[in-house]
């Protein structure tokens, strides 16, 4: 069974700094590209940050030069510091994992920057 489960989700004051976890199991971790996405409702989900199996990654163009993203092949797990945050950064937070015509996603982790 397939699981991604996410953590690290928080109240945080503007400027402040969260890092998120995704611990993976039921899939060969290593070989997938991982990805964080983000909803806030009435709005699409969106890419925040994507990492490749090799590490090659990107970002959205708005989180660019404040989150990174990052993963740990040893622990299954993908991370995403995220730095300077902004109200508009409030969102549920996914961890989603793709391989080919697999993908998977986590239950969500609620971010909120407010003051």
């Known amino acids: 069974q397939v699981q991604l489960v996410e953590s690290g989700g928080a109240l945080v004051q503007p400027g402040g700094s969260l890092r998120l976890s995704c611990a993976a199991s039921g899939i060969s971790f290593s070989i997938y590209a991982m990805a964080w996405f983000r909803q806030v409702p009435g709005k699409q989900r969106e890419l925040v940050a994507r990492i490749a199996s090799g590490g090659r990654t990107n970002y959205l163009d708005s989180v660019k030069g404040r989150f990174t993203i990052s993963r740990d092949n040893a622990k299954n797990t993908v991370y995403l510091q995220m730095n300077s945050l902004v109200p508009e950064d409030t969102a549920v937070y996914y961890c989603?994992?793709?391989?080919?015509?697999?993908?998977?996603w986590g239950q969500g982790t609620q971010v909120t920057v407010s003051s």
């Open positions: 989603y994992a793709t391989f080919g015509s697999r993908d998977y």
